[in-house]
């Protein structure tokens, strides 16, 4: 059974940072990509970020390019999604996910295979 347990979610003003993680069960982290989708009440989930398992490739959604960065702890088995110069649009909750299959260039067409519980990110103006 896959795990995955967020943590690091927060309240934060615009221009602030922070540090979202995410412990994966071992056979799935040397398995598959992981990544991060968000999603708002009412909107469709959108796909943040996600890494490959091979070579660890990441890719990004073009509105966090620059800003986010994800990495991974091998011997910890987690994946960090570090989020800076934060905007309100950013608010939503966070997952972690595994890749379905392989984790898509076009974050946004990666589709997930399992998530864990969410962490809420909120982004005050």
């Known amino acids: 059974q896959v795990q995955l347990v967020e943590s690091g979610g927060g309240l934060v003003q615009s221009g602030g940072s922070l540090r979202l993680s995410c412990v994966v069960s071992?056979?799935?982290?040397?398995?598959?990509?992981i990544g991060w989708f968000r999603q708002v009440p009412g909107k469709q989930r959108e796909g943040v970020s996600c890494i490959t398992s091979g070579e660890g490739l990441a890719y990004y959604l073009q509105s966090v390019e620059g800003r986010f960065t994800i990495s991974r702890d091998k011997p910890k088995n987690t994946v960090y999604l570090q989020m800076n110069s934060l905007k309100p649009e950013d608010t939503a909750t966070y997952y972690c996910?595994?890749?379905?299959?392989?984790?898509?260039?076009?974050?946004?067409?990666?589709?997930?295979?399992?998530w864990g519980q969410g962490t809420q990110v909120t982004v005050s103006s």
């Open positions: 996910a595994t890749a379905h299959a392989v984790c898509d260039p076009i974050v946004a067409r990666t589709q997930w295979r399992d």
């Open positions: 071992r056979s799935a982290f040397n398995r598959y990509g």
